[in-house]
């Protein structure tokens, strides 16, 4: 890879090369990150060039990704998922700049699919023709999709409260699924054993330096389709960490490019029955082990795989954290449905639902531009989804008859 210098770990320092099995620091266990050489991608990546490139898939920034000369690309499109300005919303919030981006219209309908497209490509490069992880669920069903695009076998662990949704997508793509009896900390460890027994590719996103480059593709999304500025700040819901680190990752490279002339702030937002990175920051501790206690299945980790880059990620930002009740996931939930005609699933709109609560709190202004990136689509776990469609009301069911569908309008209130 011309445009890769290596790998650096995060805790100690060390450097090294960035070759397949390198998943972690050889000296201390730490996690890595992947370094490019900005000079030679300077040269190679313009705003003219991306102006005029009509590959709206996250392979529009392939020389910013850690991706082998030569492989073969998935041709799911993955990425340049919309970006909206939401003046409903922004009203309903008190921001007069908010956009959403919809990351649930990415291929297997979450964020995820961004950091599996890389796996898949690199699994396939490396001559591997099964990938492995363990996941709640979007992690599985965005590799087992983008596996499957490629022509490889998945194998994926999941822990027995994964959403029906998710589990059903798995089967679709073809995946050997394993539930495992207890929560994600068992799933994860019966993983890793699996995959250095049989040699699979790891795709577990902690683990796997590579993932949060791909994740770094949504950044990249934003600045170029708000015109190369950068937003003032961005809303993103917390599990694992890599999400976050990715985000912040995909900032900083266009930085370093002279893409972009400033940062955002993150806001990192967690479910208060589940938030020990946000824990980590407010009190200037390590991260502790916490219970999963939340719906939002996709952020419920209470061991963060990757909280140390998310830790560094929220303080080189300057940013704010904020937890969220799941009761205010809900309501996030209805207001995106209903000022914005965006469908999220509870991890998904946990982001905007912290939002709601920073600009309540007046932690940021009124006129900042500010991104809330919905990370997976809602369709994916109608039972939450109906928990919060409840409130609103279920369906007006009447035999079919004029007279009654008027007394039902005329009842309930609703103007016609
Ligand atoms: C995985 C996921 C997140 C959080 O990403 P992490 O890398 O685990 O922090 C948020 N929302 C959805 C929908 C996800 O699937
Ligand atoms: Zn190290």
Redesign the pocket.
Known sequence: MKNVIGAVCIKCGAEQTAANDTYTCKKCGGILEIVYDYHYIKSRLTREKLAADKEYSIWRYLDLLPIEEGSKLSALRVGWSPLYKTEAMGKALGLKNLYIKD??LNPTS???DR?SAIAAVRALHAGKNIVACS?????AS?LAGNAAALGLRSFIFVPERAPIGKLTQLLIFGATVIKVKGNYEDTFRLSAEAIAQYGWYNRN??INPYL?EG?KTVSLEIAEQLGFIAPDYVA???????????VWKGFKDLYALGLIDKLPKLISVQAEGCCP?NRAIETNSPIEPMEENTL?D??A?GV???GDK?LMAIRESKGITVNVSDDEILAAMRLLGNTAGVF?????V??TAGLKKVVEKNLIPQDATVVSV????GL?DITSAQKAAGEIGGPIHIAPDMGLLEDEFRKRGIEV
């Not at 996941?135 to 992690?139: H, L, Q």
């Not at 919905?374 to 689509?377: P, Y």
């Open positions: 990351d649930g979450s964020l995820k950091a996941s709640t669920g979007n992690a965005s996103a902690a949060s994740k993103i819901s917390v599990g694992d960490g890599c999400t976050i680190a990715g990175v939002a996709s952020i980790v963060p795989r990757n998310a999220g699933e509870p991890a998904g946990a982001g919905v990370t997976g689509n994916k």
